[in-house]
């Protein structure tokens, strides 16, 4: 599935303000080494951030209906679904995973599209917390189950390089929406060991 941005993409100012951030840090910019750096920065945060102006939501396309005959079952989940953002404090990335739990009524969804529903929420200048939320609110406006819940551990950059002693300290964020089931919320909030 492909999910173009509406957002007006200006690569020749992304690659202007690399090279004056290297120039403004007091480095030679036209140096052998640093000569396509600022062009291969650019298209590197072009591509992190190729998920602005995209609701994520649109990436569920419409929900597979259940007939009267098929029963949802108690809970459906997709566990270790691999993501890459930029936290917007920093501009460093964090990477992790996200498990997602829904109770389902009469509506499903295919699991790649829940994946990339990830992809695109997680394709922008983002905070973790906010991520969940994001996932857990599209999941409950386009399904509309019973209720959602979205578990995330990632690893951040700015975590590690601001304070080495945690550098291999992960994040856990849980974002929840609707009525979830007990046994919804224990897989949901335990804790997995980590990759």
Do not use: K
Not at 47 to 66: E, I, K, Q
Not at 90 to 114: C, M, N, Q
Request: glycine share 8%.
């Amino acid at each position: 599935m492909t999910i173009t941005s509406p957002v007006s993409v200006d690569r020749d100012r992304a690659v202007s303000a690399v090279r004056e951030l290297l120039l403004a840090v007091g480095e030679d910019a036209d140096r052998l080494g640093l000569l396509r750096t600022p062009e291969r920065v650019a298209d590197l945060f072009l591509d992190l951030f190729s998920g602005l102006g995209v609701d994520p939501a649109a990436a569920l396309g419409a929900p597979v209906a259940l007939t009267e005959n098929e029963q949802p079952g108690e809970l459906v989940g997709l566990t270790g679904i691999p993501f890459r953002s930029v936290c917007e404090h920093h501009l460093l990335p964090f990477e992790g995973t996200v498990d997602i739990y829904y109770a389902p009524v009469r509506h499903i969804a295919g699991l790649s599209r829940i994946a990339t529903l990830v992809e695109l929420a997680a394709r922008r200048p983002q905070l973790q917390e906010r991520l969940g939320q994001q996932i857990a609110d599209a999941l409950m406006a386009v399904l509309r189950p019973h209720g959602v819940a979205v578990r995330i551990e990632a690893a951040h950059g700015c975590v590690a390089h601001l304070e080495p002693s945690a550098a291999s300290a992960r994040a856990i964020t849980v974002a929840t929406v609707g009525t979830i089931p007990d046994a919804t919320w224990r897989l949901a909030a335990s804790t997995h060991p980590a990759p």
